[in-house]
């Protein structure tokens, strides 16, 4: 069964760092997301992506946020200067266009130090 | 803007018994969709059921079943015969019928116990 992977599982960065998260999406899906938890908190929306550009972006996907799909099948998020505040777990997900679910990949546990 | 809520932050269930987890939700839109997630110690995101609004029929998968009110807007799940690996934290989320890639909207989840 198709699933969505995302690289690394774990990373460690240093405040102020940039760190890029790479997804790889189910591969007939033309929707993506990303979101993020917070460690005890709820699971936060931060983008949406469709036909090479941003659909929808909430509050917390501020200048230091930016996503792109580089090619056929990869989708990543970067950070550009880490803070404290970032570290959390990090989903991608993706949709197909007939379809209004999402499925999830692993996340990426980002820490921050 | 849409919310979620989920009012039981903790709940505990005998292994074998039955366990409703409460959502309830607010919006203005008549199209839309529900779903529960189910978070284990992994933290992999794992869909467990979901519910078109336009459906009046509660929405079943094996143990898993719903009770969707949409006048109350209320959208609770019922796990049957609960087993040790059902214990998680369980998401109820909430997504617009707008546009093919509306986001989810989560509630902050009830973290479940499962006794043995």
């Known amino acids: 069964e198709p699933e969505v992977t995302q690289t690394p599982s774990h990373q460690v960065t240093q405040m102020g760092q940039e760190v890029i998260l790479r997804c790889v999406p189910i591969s007939n899906h033309l929707y993506f997301y990303w979101y993020r938890q917070i460690l005890g908190q709820k699971v936060e929306f931060l983008v949406s992506f469709y036909n090479n550009e941003i659909s929808e972006k909430s509050e917390i996907f501020d200048d230091q946020f930016s996503v792109e799909r580089p090619d056929g099948s990869n989708f990543t998020l970067k950070i550009r200067s880490t803070k404290l505040e970032d570290s959390a777990m990090y989903f991608c997900?993706?949709?197909?266009?007939?379809?209004?679910?999402?499925?999830f990949g692993p996340g990426t546990r980002l820490t921050v130090t | 803007a849409q919310t979620v809520t989920q009012s039981q932050p903790e709940m505990s269930v005998q292994e074998a018994e039955t366990v409703t987890l409460s959502c309830t939700y607010d919006t203005s839109e008549s199209d839309y969709y529900l779903f529960w997630y189910k978070q284990p110690p992994s933290r992999q995101m794992i869909l467990v059921i979901r519910?078109?609004?336009?459906?009046?029929q509660n929405a079943t998968e094996n143990r898993f079943s719903v009770n969707f009110q949409k006048a109350a807007k209320s959208f609770s799940l019922k796990i049957s015969d609960s087993q040790l690996g059902d214990a998680a934290m369980y998401f109820c989320?909430?997504?617009?019928?707008?546009?093919?890639?509306?986001?989810?909207?989560f509630g902050k989840g009830t973290r479940l116990s499962v006794i043995a």
């Open positions: 997900a993706s949709g197909e266009g007939s379809s209004y679910e999402q499925y």
């Open positions: 519910q078109e609004a336009y459906k009046q």
């Open positions: 989320a909430y997504r617009s019928g707008q546009s093919g890639n509306t986001p989810l909207v």
